[in-house]
């Protein structure tokens, strides 16, 4: 019998080399997509079983998004958003299954996924410690931000507010109204958050956008600032006292219509570049932008950044000032018409460039990521975006800028004691339709600490909106916020 | 048979000591696996710990000095081995109840073990030799045949999850644990008496040589018992172990290759038939082969369900394991009974995985080597069949619960929750053990060299 043993010995050795061929492919080749199958509610447990990195502002002083320990084994931390609202467009928040805005971008830092901190988490591993993610520190101004917030929202207008450091491309303000409370959407309930959520996306104001970058609009007049630009690099000999063209009505070439200014009002047949920015006068630019050429045009938005992709680290939509059209589309292209779109972001990095002698830095919203210690892992060091124009080019338009805001279109934007430089646009979004009001300026003047571009959208501001009455108010109040 | 005749007989040793070492050893990873499930849960160890660690070892030091005293020659393995699966089974469960997983208790679990314990201890007493069980071959088949159609009986059987296999006496046991021991016995006695008829050769049909016709008789019979249980309790896993391990036990018996085809193509023949009648077969079947499709997987009744969580969760585990109390193996329905195997292998990963099987293919070997080294064929017989159902049993439930074949409820021996497996299953090892005594014992030794015939002188 033992030579019928030995066989059923060598039969039981291969049920159990099968038994472990497959236990090996299952728990080697087939375990990822086990573990990451939709239907494996673990990953869901394992968002919730990390000690998620805060979200910190001013160098850790105010926080914006925490983690709360509730002691619950299943889900043990949960996420909470302590200045809610006004920060949800550039926070976003941590939902069960998905995260948005910094909480997305910079999400393997806060659940210490990233390479950096590989080593920290082998020890909270080794230690039995739940592993804890690192602290994530923006630059953003919490005043300015609630100053600009609180101006936007009172008011119930739609819209978005961009402060930047020019100096360094820190975003100071990142404001976009309506927006929401992020907490409700942090909930670990799959279900209430799907219907918090189904209901926002279903709101017509569109709340979970952020206009500030998710979206371009018609820049409008704000748009003369790289016309101006474009102008006056094309030629070293021209200043700010250059007289260009500025008849009441300008016909557009190969079109039976006619360019007018706003309102139908006169800019004096002949003007000075300077007088033509302060009173925003249509035809003046128009002819410049037909002057110019759309090749030249084109090339000094390029250098003002816009068409680059942006990740700040959130991923802004490029503008763009539209395509090649003829002279009369380019005539409305230059002064921030027709399919010339741009980000408030964008406007801002105009405004910021021209304060930074022409040099546009990269904007950033991260200011360092420090480690659960409090250690610093990495830090943002600023860095030049573009060069947009020359310093004397920079100079000239800020002198321009600074009389629109003294005397022309913008003078609501004035803060007492500081000089403040400015421009205004009001963007014609189609006939009969109201007009989106736009704000760019930084202060003060001659050494500028802050840049801000305001827009507030179409139909939400009154019919008779614009720039000057609308935007500039609000930029005040945030550049007072930041310079104070 | 065993050593050649003639050369004096090496004598084995018995090993008591490393025997005692390897039980402690065991103990110890136990108590390890225990504290550590604390340490997981909530960075405690358990103030258990201790009770429950001393607990499990005085009774396996009872255990122990049982077979030291009534089966000194025993097999040493066997008792660590099995003592670390039944310990690492109790952590598992200790740790699903931790999760409040309902079902899952182990203090009931551990007391299951220690009357295990006992069952063991009087198994070794009262069998003073193995062979005593050849007398009783036809009773033993009688009471296997009773305790397996005793669920289908009214009043006492009931139907639990589909299956029925149980029957309420005030509590709830599993009678065909019981008959599967009693079966083995069966088949033993049975076979051994009747090997000589049922090897001898009727046809040829191609290569092989087909039994009698007249022959057919015994194992027709158990195919009948074994698709009636399939048929009436709703019992794969029960219906295929035992068909599958008399056939085995047939074929050790007779050396007919012909007896092993004949059963598999007797036994799927059956399964088909019965799928094509009965729903729960085939939707087994589907459970099995199209186990990750959405439409199976969320299934009300008899769909994947179950068998995709235990594999998420055995993926989840990976190869290391998440960590004893760190995983989330409470999802997997039934974790502390069918599907353990998979809840261990989310919190030890697929290196604790090897390491059960290999401590299973251990015991499997530990009792084939016995079944070897035995000295008469019912002994071999017996051995044989009790390695080869345990192998069987666990190829069967592992397997399923890891998609190497379609899902059958059956539980891991002894790691799984269940009294009465438990039970019927420390019986079977005590016989295994009984069976090592007497093959590892040394033959009684002639009082003096007796190689050259003796001459006498006066």
Known sequence: MNGTLKRAAVACLLMFGLLMA??????????????????????????????RGWITAENGKVTLAKTVDTGDPTFRFEREYPLGKAFAPVVGFFAPESATGIEGTENDY?????????????????????????????????????AAYRALASTGKRGAVVAIDPRTGAILTMVSVPTYDPNPLAVVDKGKVNAAYNKLAKDSNRPLINRAIDETYAPGSTFKTITSAAFLSEDGSRDENTVVDAPDELPLPQTSVVLRNAGGESCGGRSTLIAALTISCNTAFGKIGIDLGYDKLKAQAEKFGVGKKLSIPLSVHASDIGADLGPAALAQTAIGQRSNQMTPLQMAMVAAGIANKGVVMQPYLVNKIMGPDGSEITATDPEEFTDAVSPEVASELTKMMVNVVRSGTGTAAQIPGITVAGKTGTAETSPGKPSHAWFISFAPADNPKVAVAVFVESGSAGTDASGGTIAAPIARDVMQAVLK | MSAADGAPVPMTAKRRGAQLAMLGFAVLIVMGAYASVGLGLDGKIPSGTLTYGLGLGAVMLAAYLVLAKFAPWADPLLLPLVTLVNGLGLVMIYRLEQADMKGANATSQLMWTALGVVMFSATLIVLKDQRTLQRLTYTAGFVGVVLLVLPLLPFIGTEINGSRIWINVGFSIQPGEFAKLALVVFFAGYLVTKRDVLALAGRRLL?????????????LITWALSIAVLVGEKDLGTSLLLFGTFIAMLYIATQRTSWVLIGILLFVGGAILAGQIFSHVEARFDGWLHAESDELYNRELGGSYQLMQGLFSLGSGGILGTGLGQGHPNI????????????????????GLMAILMVYALIVQRGLRTALAARDPFSKL????????????????????????????????????????LLANWILIAVLVRMSDGARRPPPQAIQDEGLTQVMQR
Do not use: C
């Open chain 2, 382 to 421: 017996l051995a044989g069949g009790v390695s080869f159902i345990l192998a069987w049993q666990v190829f069967i439930i592992v397997g399923g619960v890891t998609r190497l074949i379609p899902l059958t409820g059956l539980v891991t021996p002894f790691m799984s929750a269940g009294g009465s497996a």
């Open chain 2, 332 to 351: 997997i329905p039934f974790a502390f009974s069918d599907f353990i195997f998979d809840a261990v292998g989310e919190e030890l990963g697929l290196t």
């Open chain 1, 22 to 51: 497959n236990v090996t492919y299952l728990g080697t080749i087939k375990a990822d997509s086990l573990r990451h199958d939709n239907r494996n509610v673990r990953s869901f447990f394992a968002r919730y079983a990390i000690d």
């Open chain 1, 110 to 146: 806060l659940d210490g996924s990233h390479p950096d901190l590989v080593v920290r988490r082998a020890i909270d591993l080794l230690t039995n410690k739940p592993a804890k993610g690192a602290t994530v520190d923006l630059t953003l101004n919490v005043d300015a931000q609630q």
């Open chain 2, 207 to 219: 290569f092989i040589d087909l039994p009698r016709a007249r022959d057919l008789g015994p194992v």
